[in-house]
């Protein structure tokens, strides 16, 4: 005798196909359940979703895969804005410092996926911001910025400072916000990629078209920078560069999407009404806009933009090199996203996206300027404590430095060399760091620093010619 049909098993499965837009098959369904179906009983519920038009499917047999309902167009043209899903912290050290607001928010999006309700885009959230009245920041948060951001040229022309810091930005950015990505390029391989156009072997296509594209957005906002705003033509257009050749439609690069998008990893169902998604990137241009203060600018545009998807894909990464603008056009420190982990900025992004909550994000954002503002040469007005992480590894990276330069190597033999001998060094958890560590050191180092490795400045001259 047939099961009765469950509401909670029903409800159960709907929600497990709502998380995956580009669809998944009966097996993975079955194996998400927290209490497995048997095939035949899982068939009967799938075939119960679909007669009441809650999911779709297509194929046939074991090809058979399984998509959400709300997907308008046929599911071999589903777009998905790749995402990486929730990664829990190893370590208590191993994530930036959290507010006790942001630590409740991590708390909430920490439970299993199939426990958090599917959402779907709230106009709201958008619609009760109101400028500069409303705000994200506290006004300690922008007194504090606006310390660490002056660099005493605020009265000179637009892009003066970026213009100064070119070369460093152009690397650092380039390789953090792709790095954020999931990227996998080092950051030695991405220096070489952008001075001389090498491409690493081994690495996939689009991880090299990545990389370039920030390049060309990075050097499209310095050669505008009087002109840039939030407006349709600089965020258009900053997407058509980011997305260069990396898009299945070329005709969708610097176009605000007609098209369902999905998320990977998380319950979040982004807006996908043609003409809504059209209203809200109105809105939302109009009122960061419309913001007076440079740094309340910047991170509603960290929210606002990838909340939407107003994009294909790219929205991230749009949204990442569109913080800058308030920055550029005021010639303060620039924000290269330098040293933030990928899982913080990510489960930041899921805060909003499933419960409107920006606390976890802003945590992300303020770590991430004191972090960029120390490396584009700001005052800090608080000394941090030592890195613990350097303190520990320093013969490592001080071993592994001295060995690079008396080699000599160029910058592709010491991105290889110095992942095999971490490989050794460090536990897999933190082996990327160490490898961050001391490539950056490498990129750092100066006749006037090079004594703390027990170099001669004969030995740092050769490596030097080496290292071009």
């Known amino acids: 005798m ?27 369904i079955r194996n998400s359940l927290s209490a497995p179906l048997p095939p035949r ?50 370590t208590e050290s191993d994530r930036i410092p959290l507010s006790p607001e942001a630590q409740e928010v991590h ?80 950051l030695l391989e991405t220096e070489r990629l952008l001075a001389i156009g090498e491409a690493v072997e081994g690495k996939r296509f689009e991880e090299t078209q ?6 060309a ?30 898009l299945f439609d070329r005709n969708a690069s610097g176009r605000v999407r007609s098209r369902g998008v999905g998320i990977t990893g998380t319950v979040y169902q982004p807006l996908h009404v043609p003409q809504r998604i059209e209203e809200y990137f109105e809105e939302i241009l109009t009122k960061a806009e419309m913001i007076s203060d440079p740094y309340e600018q910047s991170f509603f545009a960290m929210v606002h933009f990838p909340y939407l998807q107003p994009f294909e894909d790219v929205n991230k990464r749009v949204s990442r090199l569109a913080a800058n603008i308030p920055l550029i056009r005021r010639n303060l420190c620039p924000l290269a996203f330098v040293d933030v982990p990928q899982r913080d900025y990510v489960n930041g992004l899921i805060a909003v996206y499933e419960l409107n909550r920006i606390e976890y994000l802003r945590d992300v954002f303020l770590w991430a300027y004191r972090r960029s503002a120390t490396r584009y040469g700001a005052v800090l007005q608080t000394i941090g404590e030592p890195d613990p992480f350097r303190l520990r590894y320093r013969t490592q990276i001080g071993e592994l430095t001295r060995s690079v330069v008396l080699a000599p190597m160029d910058k592709g033999q010491a991105a290889r060399w110095i992942a095999q001998q971490a ?8 082996r990327e760091r160490l490898i961050l560590e001391v490539e950056e050191e490498l990129s750092s180092l100066h006749e006037g620093s090079i004594a703390r490795h027990r170099l001669r400045p004969g030995e740092f001259r050769t490596w030097q010619e080496q290292w071009r």
């Not at 990545?210 to 390049?215: E, G, R, T």
């Not at 009087?226 to 965020?235: C, G, K, L, S, W």
């Open 2 to 28: 047939p099961r009765t049909i469950s509401p909670s098993e029903l409800e159960a499965i709907a929600a497990i196909v709502s998380l995956h837009p580009a669809g998944i098959g009966v097996e993975k």
């Open 41 to 90: 009983t899982l068939q009967r519920r799938l075939r119960q979703l679909e007669q009441e038009e809650r999911i779709r499917s297509r194929g046939h047999s074991k090809g058979k895969r399984y998509f959400p309902a709300w997907l308008e167009m046929a599911p071999t043209l589903v777009l998905r804005e790749e995402e990486t899903p929730f990664i829990p912290h190893k």
């Open 107 to 186: 708390t909430l999006i920490h439970r299993p996926i199939a426990e958090r309700r599917p959402v779907a885009y709230n106009a709201d959230f958008l619609h009760s911001y109101i400028p500069n009245k409303t705000y994200y920041l506290t006004p300690s948060m922008r007194e504090e910025l606006a310390k660490l951001g002056q660099v005493g040229i605020s009265h000179l022309p637009a892009g003066t400072y970026l213009r100064q810091v070119m070369n460093r930005l152009l690397i650092d950015l380039s390789w953090n916000s792709s790095r954020l990505e999931g990227n996998t390029y080092s």
């Open 210 to 215: 990545m990389i370039l594209n920030h390049k």
């Open 217 to 246: 957005a990075i050097e499209m906002l310095a050669d505008q920078a009087d002109e840039i705003a939030f407006d349709r033509y600089t965020i258009c257009n900053l997407h058509a560069v980011l997305a260069d050749n990396l």
């Open 423 to 430: 490989s050794t060094m460090a536990p897999s958890a933190e």
